[in-house]
C-alpha cells in the first residue's frame, strides 16, 4: 500500500491516468486507505466486476436472453479447466513454543493493561523475563532435541496458564470487560489457543482441529499441499475455474477442502454465466470421483480425464493429453509470480478475501488488454 502511494506520487503517468491536471509530488492519500477500499468491496463485490468486465468485453448476453429453444448442440458450448490451489499468507512459519512464546506475551500486555486502570493494589506476578529467558534459551539453538521442545513447551504453558488466571482475577474487579474490540479478539484467541497447545501436549501430537497458527490472523488455517517445495501452507484454498483465458473465483475457503466436493458448483456457475453447461470438462484426477462423473454424464457433459478401471478405446480417446490443462497452471504461475499470490500480505480475513480476487480480476485484465 504505501509503495504504490509513494509510486503515485513519484510517476507523472499515473496521475495522468488519475485525472491529475498538474504533476506534483505530495501522497494523493494516506496509504491506510487501501485497506478501507478492501473492506468496502469484498469478495463477492470484486467478483462480480471481473465477471462482468468479461462478459461486456467479450459481447456475451445474459442467460436471459438465451434462446430456450436451442437444441442439444448448442445447449453444450466450450471448454471448462478446473483446478485448486493455496494462498500462502505473510505470517512466520508456526511452531508450538513460537505461538505459545507469542501469546504469552501478548498476555502480559494485556495483564499491564488491565492493571492500570483496576482497582488492585498489588500487581500479579508473571515471571515475564524468567520466562523471556528460557523460550530463547531454546529457540536460539540450531538444533534442538524432542525432549529440550517438549520440556519448554511445557513452561511456556505453564507461564501462559498463569498469566490467564491473573487477566480472569484482574476483570473481576470490573463491572464491565474493558477492552477494545481488538484486545478483546487477542484475549479469546490466546485462550484457545492455550486450550489447543495443551491437548496436542497431553497427547503428544502436532495437529488438531481448527489449529491456530498466528494469533495475529487466526483465521489462517494450515493447508496439506503435498508438494516438493511445501507439504504444508498456511493461507486460504481457492478453486478457479477458466474458460477461454478468462479466469473466475468459483470458491475461496480458509479451510482445507476436497476438490471433488467443489465440480458440480462451479460447473453450474459456469451455465449461470454463460446460460448455457460447457461442452467438455478439462479436471485433475481428485475432482472425478464417481458422483461427479455420474452428474456430467446426466448433464451430457464430456469430462476428460484419466479414466476409472480398466479404460476401453473410447475412454482413452477422452482423457485429458498432457498440455490440456497447462493454461491453469501457468495462470497459477503467473498469479504468484507476478501478482503476489504466493503472499498474501492482508491480515484481515475480509481484506485478505479481497486481495486474492484483486489478483483474479488482474489477470483478466491483462488478458483483455493483450487482444
Known amino acids: 500500500d504505501r509503495e504504490t502511494v509513494d509510486q503515485i506520487s513519484e ?9 491529475y491536471s498538474s504533476f506534483t509530488d505530495e501522497p494523493p492519500f494516506d496509504a491506510s486507505l487501501f485497506v478501507e477500499f478492501r473492506k468496502r468491496l469484498g469478495l463477492e463485490q470484486i467478483n462480480a466486476i471481473n465477471e462482468r468486465i468479461v462478459k461486456i468485453k467479450q459481447g456475451i448476453e445474459s442467460p436471459n436472453k438465451t434462446d430456450k429453444n436451442c437444441d442439444q448442440d448448442d445447449f453444450h458450448k466450450g471448454s471448462l479447466i ?12 508456526p511452531t508450538d513454543l513460537d505461538l505459545l512464546n507469542d501469546s504469552r506475551e501478548k498476555s502480559e500486555e494485556l495483564i499491564d493493561l488491565l492493571f492500570c486502570s483496576s482497582s488492585i493494589n498489588k500487581k500479579p506476578r508473571n515471571y515475564r523475563e524468567k520466562a523471556r529467558k528460557e523460550y530463547l534459551k531454546t529457540a536460539q539453538k540450531k538444533s534442538k532435541s524432542k525432549k529440550e521442545i517438549r520440556t519448554t513447551i511445557k513452561k511456556q504453558l505453564s507461564y501462559l496458564k498463569r498469566n490467564i488466571n491473573s487477566i480472569h482475577l484482574l476483570l473481576d474487579s470490573f463491572e464491565i470487560i474493558p477492552f477494545v474490540p ?22 503428544k501430537t502436532h495437529s488438531i482441529e481448527h489449529r491456530i497458527v498466528s494469533i495475529h490472523q487466526p483465521h489462517v488455517r494450515p493447508i496439506v499441499r503435498g508438494k516438493s517445495k511445501a507439504k504444508v501452507e ?15 473465483l468459483d470458491d475461496l475457503s480458509w479451510d482445507a477442502f476436497n476438490e471433488g466436493t467443489r465440480l458440480k458448483k462451479s460447473v453450474e456457475k459456469y451455465k449461470a454465466r454463460f446460460g448455457h453447461y460447457p461442452k467438455e470438462v478439462l479436471a485433475d484426477k481428485i475432482y472425478c470421483n464417481r458422483e461427479n462423473r455420474a452428474y456430467l454424464k446426466e448433464s451430457g457433459i464430456l469430462l476428460k480425464a484419466k479414466p476409472l ?10 482423457q485429458v493429453s498432457p498440455g490440456e490443462r497447462n493454461p491453469i497452471e501457468a495462470k497459477f504461475g503467473q498469479a504468484k509470480t507476478g501478482y503476489g499470490l504466493d503472499r498474501i500480505k492482508a491480515r484481515l480475513s475480509n ?12 489477470l483478466n485484465l491483462v488478458k483483455l488488454a493483450q487482444v
Open 234 to 248: 498456511f493461507g486460504a484454498k481457492i478453486n478457479l475455474s477458466m474458460v477461454d483465458g478468462m479466469s473466475f
Open 182 to 203: 481488538k484486545e478483546y479478539k487477542y484475549w479469546l484467541v490466546i485462550q484457545h489457543l492455550y486450550d489447543q497447545q495443551k491437548q496436542m501436549y497431553d497427547k
Open 82 to 93: 478446473l483446478d485448486a490451489t493455496a494462498c500462502p499468507q505473510d505470517i512466520a512459519y
Open 309 to 318: 478401471g480398466r479404460p476401453s478405446k473410447e475412454a482413452l480417446s477422452n
Open 351 to 362: 481484506t485478505s478475501e479481497t486481495w486474492i480476487a484483486c489478483i483474479i480480476l488482474v
Open 11 to 19: 510517476n507523472i503517468y499515473m496521475q495522468y491516468f488519475l485525472g
